[in-house]
């Protein structure tokens, strides 16, 4: 029952000789080889180096070499995040035959730790999507529901995780990608402050908004990851040059009569099913002594109409590089310049890329871009500043993650009721600020729900804090899809 244990216990049971190395990941590979299947989390499995590398570690082992923070311990990596020398495809046809020529700085660091990268994971295509349907290659279902969605982009790593078919996964979150699944298949998710893990080697969609995020069961593995990727890197120039943060050590130090900043104005409408999932939630720090307050951030009715014009206008301009020269496809049918450039993107990419392109290039035209791109760039430093006033008066802003449990796959056929899905997460990237999605049990019909808790930047120490707290009190990661728990 390998999969009931988290990363550090995994990790303990590797050190202290209970299991090796090749044990642990060959347990978790037939654990993918039975399930995956029937959730298709994968679009690569790494099956022979993953195998590889747990022998190289049962060796150092054997050779009392020290051992990392990650030793034996199993993760996937969505599919923009680079491994070196195998494929990165970013769920689009347009990359379908790239391989990474060198490592994101997260994954180094991981390996530098002793982890074992398990598989790639499916995303919608160059992370633009809330339920993984953008994939060029195929859908991911939801392990507690398998009519439903995962959430997304990143809800390859987030149905794996919570399958349990490994401890923990890297994701990427523009506008919610990491939380949002994490919410609607019941794990954690958490999106650091901008510029806390290197976005080097992660393929580029909204650069001012990109943060590679974690996915895990638990509050005490994420911050094993955060201890482990949240460092400084001089190739990103965003990065922020600050110590790392030893989170683990002080994670029960959590002090019970914080301040909860909730802006109820905004949450006007919320649905009664999440509604009450969210009020119990608060509960569970109410208990112990938290304040709840109101704070005004009724600007985020803003925010998603912000996002959707900064997001296509950064994208535009990075997907540009897809060009049918430098990078992956070319189109066999072009004979003429402009022709590999309009067949190979015609043939590359899908309908939401290219709908965001198209977006993208028209907000930022002239004529155009003071009226949109501009305009947004203003609403979104007044986000920012509605954020610094709410936290004069609170540790944390709560939210729900979500406004419902996960939806059935196939049934948001319109690109704007998809993009109201991700009303609650976006307000962390526009701020930049470090928010976490924690398990806060499930809608009336059986489906996961998340807390999201958003802390001032660079505070990911005390909202750790606050969610080991949380989560020991609510026992939530208990839960196990009930398909999936043998
Ligand atoms: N759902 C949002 C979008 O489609 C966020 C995606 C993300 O965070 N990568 O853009």
């Known amino acids: 029952m390998l999969h009931t244990l988290s990363a550090c216990e995994l990790r303990e049971r590797f050190i202290n000789g209970t299991h090796s190395a090749q044990e642990i990941t060959s347990y978790f590979l037939q654990r993918i080889q039975k399930y995956d299947p029937q959730i298709r989390a994968f679009l690569e499995v790494l099956e022979n180096d993953a195998m590889q590398k747990a022998k190289l570690l049962d060796e150092k082992r054997a050779d009392k070499k020290p051992l990392g923070a990650f030793a034996g311990v199993p993760i996937a990596i969505k599919d923009n995040i680079h491994i070196k020398g195998k494929k990165t495809t970013c769920g689009s046809k347009i990359l379908e035959n790239f391989i990474a020529p060198f490592a994101a700085t997260c994954c180094e660091l991981l390996e530098e730790q002793d982890a074992i990268f398990i598989g790639k994971t499916n995303l919608d295509e160059f992370a633009m999507g809330s339920s993984t349907e953008n994939s060029a290659f195929f859908q991911t279902k939801n392990p507690w529901n398998l009519a439903c969605t995962p959430g997304g982009s990143s809800g390859g790593s987030a149905a794996a995780v919570a399958t349990r078919l490994c401890p923990v996964g890297l994701g990427t979150d523009t506008g919610g990608s990491v939380r949002q699944p994490a919410a609607l298949c019941g794990i954690v998710g958490l999106k650091p402050t901008y510029g806390r893990i290197s976005r080097w080697g992660i393929v580029a969609y909204g650069s001012s908004l990109d943060q590679v995020g974690t996915f895990s069961t638990t509050v005490e593995d994420t911050a094993l990851l955060m201890e482990t990727i949240g460092k400084h890197c001089s190739k990103d120039s965003t990065s922020i040059n600050i110590a790392p943060d ?39 720090f109410e208990s112990q002594g938290a304040m709840l307050c109101n704070v005004d951030l009724s600007i985020l009715k803003y925010s998603l109409a912000t996002y959707y014009i900064l997001a296509p206008a950064e994208a535009s301009t990075n997907l540009a590089r897809y060009d049918g020269i430098r990078y992956g496809l070319r189109s066999k049918e072009a004979k003429t310049l402009d022709e590999v450039y309009d067949y190979t993107r015609d043939e590359g990419f899908g309908a939401e890329v290219k709908r965001r392109i198209m977006l993208g290039t028209f907000v930022l035209s002239s004529g155009y871009k003071d009226a949109y791109y501009r305009k947004a760039q203003q609403v979104r430093t007044k986000i920012i500043d509605a954020f610094k006033v709410a936290f004069q008066s609170c540790d944390f802003v709560a939210i729900p993650c979500v406004p419902n449990g996960a939806f059935e796959l196939g049934s948001k056929k319109d690109p704007l009721t998809m993009y109201l899905e991700d009303i609650y997460t976006i307000a962390a990237n526009l701020t930049g600020l470090p928010a976490i999605s924690l398990p806060s049990g499930f809608s009336k019909d059986a489906k996961p729900l998340g807390l999201q808790l958003i802390a001032p930047e660079l505070c990911e120490k005390p909202l750790l804090q606050a969610s080991y707290f949380f989560q020991n009190e609510t026992k939530f990661p208990e839960h196990i899809p009930h398909l999936f728990k043998d």
């Open 246 to 284: 030893l989170h683990r050590a002080e994670l029960k130090n959590f002090k019970k009569n914080i301040r909860i900043g909730v802006p109820w104005q905004f949450l006007e409408g919320l649905d009664k099913d999440t509604e009450n999932n969210f009020k119990d939630a608060l509960k569970v």
